[in-house]
């Protein structure tokens, strides 16, 4: 086969020439080979040809690995042609008939109701206080005292909000994650706006308000044995309250049309989910 080189040894004897046979049979003296002459039928053209041929032999393997690896043209110009994502939108701080709106429904919503009667329930079932009736008249007397701890707490936390100049709502979590998310929603009663800019800072409404209710059942209307310890107490629960409408928030939200939504006043609370937290 023309320009395969094929290598002979001619015997045994030292003094016997070592050839190359290149084409058809013209011999080509090897370096270095005793004798040190010239052999008359080297053939030039075998030299040329050689090393050509393992240069194209050579470059197959990168001619394939180039073509393996290269994307396909449709591939290549879908991917251009895709728009970046779209970004976060910018906080914007509530208007004053938002955050009206917002208290108004907060105040007498259809989730501030439920709470109420579904805490009267359970406070019926504990007998607490021990000293309110049984029955209908003692549900319907544990869950108005329910609903007036909202009212109060709920009050409060708007109050200081206005006076602070905070924004108390809840903005979803930017992270990713399950653990991230729960811990943003777990601390985020804390959490309030501030500015045009909507910076973070320490909320004290978002502190004050959950014992602000419990405060004023205790040294209102609950029975005289109740005193500031067991308002703590109390709040704590409804603190913990908070925190469950925060994680409900943040994990089960997913359109202004969904159920949550519908029990749950969100609409200044859900437009700026991308806010920078």
Same mark, same amino acid.
């Given at each position: 086969?023309?320009?395969?080189?094929?290598?002979?040894?001619?015997?045994?004897?030292?003094?016997?020439?070592?050839?190359? *046979?290149?084409?058809?049979?013209?011999?080509?003296?090897?370096?270095?080979?005793?004798?040190?002459?010239?052999?008359?039928?080297?053939?030039?053209?075998? $030299?040329?040809?050689?090393?050509?041929? #393992? @240069?194209? =032999?050579?470059?197959?393997?990168? $001619?394939?690995?180039?073509?393996?690896?290269?994307?396909?043209?449709?591939?290549?110009?879908?991917?251009?042609? /895709?728009?970046?994502?779209?970004?976060?939108?910018?906080?914007?701080?509530?208007? %004053?008939?938002?955050? =009206?709106?917002?208290?108004?429904?907060?105040?007498?919503?259809?989730?501030?109701?439920?709470?109420?009667?579904?805490?009267?329930?359970?406070?019926?079932?504990? *007998?607490?206080?021990?000293?309110?009736?049984?029955?209908?008249?003692?549900?319907?007397?544990?869950?108005?005292?329910?609903?007036?701890?909202?009212?109060?707490?709920?009050?409060?936390?708007?109050?200081?909000?206005?006076?602070?100049?905070?924004?108390? *709502?809840?903005?979803?979590?930017?992270?990713?994650?399950?653990?991230?998310? #729960?811990?943003?929603?777990?601390?985020?009663?804390?959490?309030?706006?501030?500015?045009?800019?909507? &910076?973070?800072?320490?909320?004290?409404?978002?502190?004050?308000?959950?014992?602000?209710? /419990?405060? /004023?059942?205790?040294?209102?209307?609950?029975?005289?044995?109740?005193?500031?310890?067991?308002?703590?107490? $109390?709040?704590?629960?409804?603190?913990?309250?908070?925190?469950?409408?925060?994680?409900?928030?943040?994990?089960?939200?997913?359109?202004?049309?969904?159920?949550?939504?519908? =029990? &749950? #006043?969100? &609409? @200044?609370?859900? %437009?700026?989910?991308?806010?920078?937290?």
């Amino acid at each position: 086969m023309p320009g395969i080189c094929i290598r002979h040894e001619n015997g045994v004897h030292p003094q016997r020439r070592s050839k190359i *046979h290149c084409g058809k049979g013209f011999p080509v003296r090897i370096s270095g080979a005793p004798g040190g002459q010239k052999d008359s039928g080297m053939n030039v053209s075998c $030299m040329i040809l050689v090393p050509l041929t #393992l @240069a194209g =032999l050579a470059s197959v393997p990168a $001619m394939a690995c180039a073509q393996a690896t290269a994307p396909p043209a449709s591939v290549a110009a879908s991917a251009s042609a /895709t728009p970046p994502a779209a970004p976060f939108p910018a906080y914007r701080r509530p208007t %004053q008939a938002e955050n =009206l709106g917002n208290y108004s429904y907060d105040m007498f919503g259809p989730f501030a109701i439920g709470v109420a009667l579904v805490e009267g329930g359970i406070d019926l079932d504990d *007998h607490t206080p021990p000293e309110w009736q049984l029955g209908f008249k003692g549900y319907a007397e544990r869950t108005g005292s329910d609903f007036g701890i909202e009212s109060v707490s709920t009050t409060t936390r708007y109050v200081l909000a206005e006076a602070f100049r905070e924004d108390t *709502h809840y903005y979803r979590c930017r992270c990713k994650g399950f653990f991230p998310r #729960l811990g943003y929603a777990v601390v985020g009663n804390f959490i309030a706006r501030r500015g045009d800019d909507g &910076h973070k800072v320490f909320s004290v409404p978002g502190l004050v308000a959950p014992y602000a209710g /419990t405060m /004023t059942a205790v040294y209102g209307w609950y029975p005289g044995r109740y005193s500031g310890k067991d308002a703590f107490r $109390m709040g704590n629960y409804t603190m913990l309250g908070y925190v469950g409408s925060n994680i409900g928030l943040e994990f089960l939200y997913t359109s202004p049309g969904s159920l949550l939504a519908r =029990l &749950h #006043l969100i &609409h @200044a609370r859900a %437009q700026d989910t991308g806010t920078t937290q």
